[in-house]
């Protein structure tokens, strides 16, 4: 199946473009239509279609709703992380973000029973400005964290994880 669409065009015509013409010119146009066929698809196509881009636009917000994000250094230069409690599922993954008074590292400094700590903690400084790290905790409890460069001045966090 086809539909048809039409358009009429009018086109100006100068018909003083030659040099020596006086200033007066007249312009006059030319009327056209111009007709296109295009294929129409069916409802069900384009219902099926609408479903599936539906399906996904919720996919990637229910995926984009299940990140958390960590400020390291507040946005005024406190030496703190932002938030500094935190409640994540399990597996969701968070990522910590150098925003002031770095260097800065995230390491976890006591965690559930029998979770490596060591193995979850980010011992490498983050030295420069949005550079960031990611981790996923998928053991349930509750995770002290510090920024060793700061955690005598108080750079501290607890994440727990549901």
Known sequence: MASLACAAVSVPSFAALNAGVSKTSS??????????A??????????????VATGASVLLA????????VKLGSDSGEL??????LTVSAGESITFVNNQGFPHNVVID????????DALSHDEYLNGPGES?????????TYSIICQPHANGGMKMVITVQ
Do not use: H, Y
């Open 80 to 85: 703190i992380f932002v938030p500094q409690e």
């Open 62 to 69: 229910a995926s984009a709703a299940s990140a958390a994000t």
């Open 27 to 36: 312009v006059s146009t030319r009327s056209s239509v111009v007709c296109s």
């Open 110 to 117: 006591e965690g559930p029973d029998g979770v490596d700590t």
């Open 38 to 51: 295009a294929p129409i698809e069916s409802n069900w196509s384009k219902v099926a279609k609408g479903l």
């Open 133 to 141: 790290f990611s981790m996923n905790l998928a053991d349930k409890g």
